[in-house]
């Protein structure tokens, strides 16, 4: 190498992140000098092999180029959460892939090395070789294979050799976009627009905030346990004077693109003259918090703590591959179904960022340490608050409030990052271990944050009994189960009927400019 001269914004090293090899060269600096370094080791703790990474960008522009993505209107973030679900399986020579007429999961399959033989239907000939860089089961990519239903081969396929193949179910495709519809069509809006304002029956007030009121409603003449919803009504003289205008037209945005049994779903939106409404499903168990915090203890057995944290943490990753940060998670905005699940509520600072956001925004005990410094934030911060609710719910308080510390004393501590576990605590080392991970000041250090994503909070120890399948498919007994009367019940929420009340006859009436701006609604 001949000697060269370094200034602000170059950069040296880079081969030691590559490989391991021994420095090449010697730097020297000739005056006072600020660097910032990157090690390999965090490098691979943060992004992942570089091998890896580019095996990723490999898969993703091969799985673009597959006719069943044409129509797609697939986010690029998305395909690359796609890719990074690939699982590898190796297949010996002999060994059958696929047999014809035999049931099996629609799959994609990518061969990464190796040779593969389709066979005739008669299994005697071949018909053509699958080689390193080819793919198959295209033809099983398809909406009227949703649901995890299985399809029965079409072809046998065998390992001529030693071969791997990284493998995408469409099952796996189907949890990352949604809805398999959109292969075939643009993004969905998935509300139910047949269900009609007029249609709806008022009950009684589930709640009231700063803006409107929630109702239980059901729709007219049907007896239906499914056409009984929560219709929240939010006025729009109160949006504008708090300027919540943009921020109530992303939520529904957001809403009506998401499909997942632990999120709050959004079924219909209406207007008129004075309000916003949204019909949304109902959900009966009341909040998390009542759960976690009752008359006679504060938090749950840890057994507990682990189904209604997984819940969480599957609703979080949901939003996460969609670029979605939550940025409000805690007890109250977490409701428990009719059959004991979380559900995540309230979607008012939810927002789509592809890389970080700057606002300040959320419940002070829940925030993580960026978000208070203004540093910028990613998923990150959600992670960080699932730790901070992790702890609650097996503590039974939140790890950095004290009795008598006001906010910026609550900041000061959160922005530290200490916390301990009080002695009377019964939290196992395994759980320890997951929310330390968790409540990690640098926001690239934090467990869900890491190459592994999602999937390094999910395979942690703590969790190695959780069948995350089977969760989602709500095949567990919650470890409580609201008792409910009928699909009307709202015993666990609050008496609210003394706010019902009318229109205040002085509000003044929005401009045509002002109701322009809820056009989008």
Same mark, same amino acid.
């Given at each position: 190498y001949d000697d060269q001269a370094l200034g602000a914004g170059d950069y040296f090293g880079e081969r030691a992140i590559v490989t391991e090899e021994p420095r090449v060269a010697n730097i020297t600096a000739t005056e006072e000098t600020v660097c910032l370094c990157l090690s390999r080791d965090l490098f691979l703790k943060v992004?992942?092999?570089?091998?890896?990474l580019v095996m990723k960008s490999q898969d993703k522009r091969k799985i673009r180029a597959i006719p069943a993505f044409d129509k797609a209107d697939i986010k690029d973030y998305e395909f690359d959460t796609i890719v990074g679900l690939i699982e590898d399986i190796t297949f010996e020579a002999g060994e059958e892939v696929s047999v014809a007429g035999v049931e099996a999961r629609p799959c994609i399959g990518l061969v990464r090395e190796g040779k593969l033989a389709v066979k005739s239907k008669d299994g005697k000939t071949t018909e053509k070789n699958i080689t390193t860089g080819g793919y198959f089961g295209e033809d099983t990519i398809s909406p009227a294979n949703k649901g995890g239903?299985?399809?029965?081969?079409?072809?046998?396929?065998?390992a001529e050799e030693k071969t791997v193949i990284g493998t995408i179910t469409l099952a796996t495709i189907e949890s990352v976009i949604g809805s398999l519809d959109r292969l075939e069509t643009k993004t969905l809006d998935l509300r139910d627009t047949s269900i009609k304002m007029s249609d709806l029956k008022k009950h009684r007030i589930l709640g009231v905030g700063t803006f409107g009121q929630v109702w239980l409603v059901s729709k007219k003449g049907s007896k239906s346990d499914d056409d009984v919803y929560a219709l929240k009504i939010q006025v729009k003289r109160e949006l504008l004077n708090h300027q919540q205008v943009d921020g109530v037209l992303r939520e529904k945005n957001i809403m009506a693109t998401i +499909?997942?049994?632990?999120?709050?779903? !959004?079924?219909?939106?209406? *207007? +008129?003259?004075?309000?916003?409404?949204? !019909?949304?499903?109902?959900? *009966?168990?009341?909040?998390l918090f009542s759960v976690l915090h009752t008359?006679?203890?504060?938090g749950v057995s840890e057994k507990a703590a682990m189904f209604y944290s997984a819940g969480i943490l599957e609703g979080l990753s949901y939003m996460h591959r969609r670029n979605i940060l939550y940025r409000d998670l805690k007890p109250e905005n977490v409701l428990i179904d009719a059959k004991g699940y979380t559900v995540i509520v309230d979607l008012g600072f939810a927002k789509v960022v592809p890389d970080k956001t700057y606002t300040l925004c959320g419940t002070p005990l829940y925030l993580a340490?960026?978000?208070?410094?203004?540093?910028?934030?990613?998923k990150g911060a959600d992670y960080w608050s699932w730790g901070v609710l992790l702890y609650e719910m097996i503590i039974g308080q939140t790890p950095f409030y004290e009795h008598g510390l006001d906010q910026i004393g609550l900041f000061k501590r959160i922005v530290k990052g200490k916390f301990t576990y009080p002695p009377f605590a019964s939290a196992s080392e395994d759980v320890q271990e997951l929310i330390n991970g968790c409540l990690v000041i640098r926001s690239s250090d934090r467990l869900g944050n890491l190459a592994g994503g999602d999937r390094d909070l999910k395979t942690h120890n703590w969790y190695n009994k959780m069948d995350w399948t089977r969760l989602v498919e709500k095949g567990y007994k919650a470890p409580w189960v609201p008792k409910l009367k009928n699909a009307l019940d709202s015993s666990n929420f609050d008496n609210w009927d003394h706010m019902a009340?009318?229109?205040?006859?002085?509000?003044?009436?929005?401009s045509k400019k002002e109701q322009e701006m809820f056009n989008t609604f």
């Open positions: 992004l992942g092999d570089l091998s890896g239903k299985t399809v029965e081969a079409t072809r046998t396929i065998v +499909d997942h049994p632990f999120i709050i779903k !959004l079924v219909n939106t209406y *207007q +008129d003259d004075r309000s916003l409404y949204m !019909l949304l499903r109902l959900v *009966q168990g009341g909040e008359d006679t203890r504060d340490p960026e978000v208070i410094l203004s540093r910028g934030h990613d009340k009318d229109a205040d006859p002085k509000e003044k009436k929005l």
